[in-house]
C-alpha cells in the first residue's frame, strides 16, 4: 500500500513569506502528526491531528498551524518564515490509537531553506 | 515522558549482530518501548516495540530487562542498509493525550563496516 506522501520536498523561500506543507497519510489511518528536524534541536513534535481536531501540540510558537480535512489529508503552515524555519519537517501517520504501542508511519519529509 | 541514554555512535561489521543498547532507569510500568531508525536523508522508520517480553520480528529483536530499566536492539547480521540512526523511545500507554506524540533524543548513529 501506499506511504505517507509529504510534498514538496524541496522549496526555498525568503525571510517574511509563508509556506504551506502538505500530507497524504495512509489510507485508513485517521491521526496525522507533524515533526520539525534540525541539527541542533534534533525531532522535535509540533502537533497531532485526529479526526480534524488537534489533539496534541508541542512547544511551538502560533507562527506554526495545521490543519486536517476530512480525509485525514494534513496541511501544515508557516507564517511570517525566519530563518530558524530552516528545516525538514516530517509528516506521520497512524491509525489513531492513544496506546502506548500506537505505531507511526513517516513521510520522506519536506525540506524548507529559508533565505 | 520517561527519558531514555543511548550511546552517540556504534560500529559494526558487515554480517556480524549488533547490540544496540538502551537505558530508561525512569520507566513506568505502562510504557513501551519503541524503536524508530532514520537512514540517511529520509524520514524515520519504526523497527520495533515491546512491553515486557522480548519481541521479534523481520527487521530486528528487542530484549527486555527483567526490571525493565534497559533493553537492547539486536540486529542479527547487520548490512551496509543498516546504516542509519537508531531512536529508543518510550510511550505510555495511560497518557490519553499522549497520541502520537514521539519525544526523540539524540540516538545513536550506527556506522556498518564493509
Known amino acids: 500500500k501506499a506511504g505517507v506522501t509529504q510534498t514538496p520536498r524541496y522549496l526555498i523561500k525568503t525571510r517574511g513569506q509563508q509556506v504551506t506543507l502538505s500530507c497524504s497519510p495512509i489510507s485508513g489511518h485517521r491521526s496525522v502528526s507533524w515533526y520539525q528536524q534540525t541539527p541542533g534541536q534534533g525531532l522535535q513534535f509540533l502537533f497531532e491531528y485526529f479526526s480534524e481536531t488537534q489533539r496534541n501540540k508541542g512547544n511551538f510558537p502560533g507562527r506554526f498551524s495545521g490543519r486536517q480535512f476530512s480525509n485525514s489529508r494534513s496541511e501544515m503552515n508557516v507564517s511570517t518564515l525566519e530563518l530558524g524555519d530552516s528545516a525538514l519537517y516530517l509528516c506521520?501517520?497512524?491509525?489513531?490509537?492513544?496506546?502506548?504501542?500506537?505505531?507511526?508511519?513517516f513521510g520522506a519529509g519536506s525540506r524548507l531553506t529559508v533565505l | 515522558d520517561a527519558k531514555t541514554t543511548q550511546p552517540n555512535s556504534m560500529e559494526s561489521n558487515e554480517e556480524e549482530p549488533v547490540h544496540l543498547p538502551c537505558n530508561h532507569s525512569?520507566?513506568?510500568?505502562?510504557?513501551?518501548i519503541h524503536w524508530y531508525r532514520q537512514l540517511p536523508s529520509q524520514g524515520p522508520e519504526y523497527v520495533i516495540h515491546g512491553l515486557t517480553s522480548n519481541v521479534n520480528n523481520r527487521m530486528a529483536s528487542l530484549a527486555i530487562a527483567e526490571d525493565r530499566k534497559s533493553s537492547t536492539l539486536i540486529l542479527h547480521r547487520a548490512t551496509l542498509r543498516d546504516a542509519a540512526v537508531y531512536y529508543c523511545?518510550?510511550?505510555?500507554?495511560?497518557?490519553?493525550?499522549?497520541?502520537?506524540?514521539?519525544?526523540f533524543g539524540e540516538g545513536t548513529q550506527l556506522t556498518v563496516n564493509p
Open positions: 525512569t520507566i513506568s510500568g505502562t510504557d513501551y
Open positions: 506521520a501517520s497512524s491509525l489513531g490509537g492513544t496506546s502506548g504501542a500506537n505505531v507511526l508511519t
Open positions: 523511545i518510550l510511550r505510555d500507554t495511560l497518557r490519553e493525550t499522549s497520541g502520537s506524540r514521539l519525544t
